[in-house]
């Protein structure tokens, strides 16, 4: 059974920096993203690594401050947020595919077959 868990939410004050992983069990990914979702707001696109092509996609909104990774030998990905924002807060969700992705579908929600469960992320003074 595939499981994605994300940990490493919580909160932090503005222009602060958290470090969010994902522990992926069951089976391994090429290609895993991250998105978020506030309170009354659809769920967008924040960050992918698109392992397979070896490239990463990142939205605009979080481009400078945020940074993917993985961990291949833990089969882990992570996402390093600074210089966090108001607009920051919400539950970050990742995900991840087991097919190969062009890159303009790696924001889209219906590429992710696999999800996480969330964790939440309050960007509070």
């Known amino acids: 059974q595939v499981q994605l868990v994300e940990s490493g939410g919580g909160l932090v004050q503005p222009g602060g920096s958290l470090r969010l992983a994902c522990i992926a069990s069951g089976r391994t990914f090429s290609n895993y993203a991250w998105f978020r979702q506030a309170p009354g707001k659809e769920r967008e696109f924040v960050a992918a690594?698109?392992?397979?092509?070896?490239?990463?996609s990142y939205a605009d909104s979080v481009k400078g401050r945020f940074t993917i990774s993985r961990d291949n030998s833990k089969n882990t990905m992570f996402l390093q947020m600074n210089a966090l924002n108001f607009e920051d807060s919400a539950t970050y969700y990742c995900?991840?595919?087991?097919?190969?992705?062009?890159?303009?579908?790696?924001?889209?929600?219906?590429?992710?077959?696999?999800w996480g469960q969330g964790t939440q992320v309050t960007v509070s003074s």
């Open positions: 995900a991840a595919t087991r097919g190969n992705p062009i890159l303009s579908s790696l924001g889209s929600i219906e590429t992710y077959e696999y």
């Open positions: 690594d698109n392992g397979s092509r070896r490239r990463t």
